[in-house]
């Protein structure tokens, strides 16, 4: 062990006693470098995070003229800032008219709690409804709305009157009522591996929550900035919600998550009382600053028209029959294999071959794929065949 992993497993608190622990010095594109000339291709973007690979021309560029200017000067909603202003502006020109007002936070997780504060005090009612299978973040109303049991027993209580529905599922519907605050789902589950409704229901749901009341919040914190071929993967079902979370991507690098909602309902966090909802460090100004370059980037590049064929690339290349099932929208992969350990063999042998994988929490036996949104056709035929060469040596 040397000195860098020293350090990293005393002084840094560890979320599993069996982290990964490549030491990374230096990242530029799609790769990773270590300190010893060791090479990564990174074929999840840092969960979902880094959808413009590391380091972009531009997003740097950003960032460097934000900091000649300043860094934090005041707490979120006091100081007018042009640069979270033109991001604010940026979103609220690729999203539907009524989503046209950004409350910015640092993660996804926290966006999902303002989104459920907003709820719940816009409409003055208290049920939330979430889906068994979902993930939202690991604070406590997040947590206290998703379904993986094993990772909520250890900290309850958590937050009361709330209702699990199971996803997809059109005649549980019914089950959301003039008693439901907000109902909180992700457009597509990722963390459950990729699992993809019907547009039918999707749209049932949209009717539903409209009929009784209750406000919509879509989570695309995995799944938005482009990740499955659109903006947002919402767009793919001809829905609107009322509350839109999102993060990871969006910062393009830095800590930086939004809900969005319309103004007209935004504004209740501000009165009886005031400062309902407050932050220091949301709208960090260079955040902001990363965040509406890798925007502009993905709009003057047009990524969004080649996230398809890339998608359909690695999944034609991947045609396996130990593969139990591929599920699939846009650069979002989960690949079934027969077990967890199957997984694992795979995810461990391509990190030795400089290629950098992953799983699901909620769906361990399921192999997880998400590259930059930029990758170079020539590195998805490379991870491919290696990916491949993995599959054939399973036991």
């Known amino acids: 062990m040397n000195r860098e992993e020293e350090i990293f497993r005393k002084h840094l608190a560890m979320t599993t006693p069996f982290p990964i622990a490549i030491e990374i010095e230096k990242a530029e594109g799609s790769w990773l470098y270590g300190p010893n000339g060791e090479k990564y291709l990174d074929f999840i973007s840092g969960v979902s995070v880094s959808n413009l690979g590391h ?39 690729i999203l539907p008219e009524k989503l046209n007002c950004s409350y910015f936070v640092n993660s996804g997780a926290e966006s999902i ?17 979430g889906f068994r299978g979902s993930y939202h973040g690991s604070t406590h109303g997040a947590l206290s709305l998703s379904g993986n049991e094993t990772k909520k027993r250890a900290f309850r209580p958590l937050l009361p009157d709330v209702r699990f529905l199971n996803f997809n599922k059109m005649e549980e519907l019914q089950q959301i009522t003039e008693r439901t605050a907000a109902v909180l789902v992700e457009t597509i589950q990722g963390d459950a591996g990729v ?37 947002f993967a919402f767009e793919q079902f001809d829905i609107v919600p009322d509350i839109l979370c999102t993060a990871k991507a969006l910062g393009g690098g830095l800590p930086l998550g939004a809900f969005i ?13 005031m400062l309902g909802h407050i932050t220091t460090f949301g709208g960090n100004p260079v955040a902001c600053a990363a965040a509406d370059a890798t925007l502009k980037v993905i709009e003057d590049e047009r990524l969004l028209d080649s996230i398809e064929k890339k998608g359909a690339l690695i999944e034609s290349l991947l045609q396996n029959p130990r593969i139990k099932e591929v599920r699939r929208r846009g650069l979002f992969f ?62």
């Open 55 to 93: 380091g972009h021309p531009a997003i740097k560029q950003a960032i460097h003229e934000q900091v000649e200017k300043h860094l934090h000067i005041m707490v979120y909603g006091e100081y007018v800032q042009s640069t979270p202003n033109r991001l604010a502006e940026r979103l609220a020109g």
């Open 113 to 129: 709690e303002g989104a459920l504060k907003l709820a719940k005090r816009y409409t003055e009612r208290t049920e939330l409804i």
């Open 195 to 231: 699992r993809i409704p019907d547009k039918a229901y999707m749209q049932a749901l949209r009717t539903r929550c409209s009929e009784v009341g209750a406000l919509l919040i879509l989570d695309e914190i995995q799944t938005g900035i482009g990740r499955c071929g659109t903006w």
């Open 261 to 273: 909602s319309d103004q007209k309902i935004m504004q209740c966090l501000s009165e009886r009382p």
């Open 334 to 395: 989960a690949i079934d294999f027969e077990s967890a350990e199957e997984v694992m063999q795979i995810v461990q042998g391509l990190q030795k071959k400089g290629l950098l994988s992953f799983w699901f929490l909620s769906c361990p036996h399921s192999f997880r794929i998400a590259p930059p949104l930029n990758i170079s056709e020539e590195d998805i035929r490379w991870a491919c065949e290696l990916i491949q060469e993995e599959i054939t040596r399973l036991d």
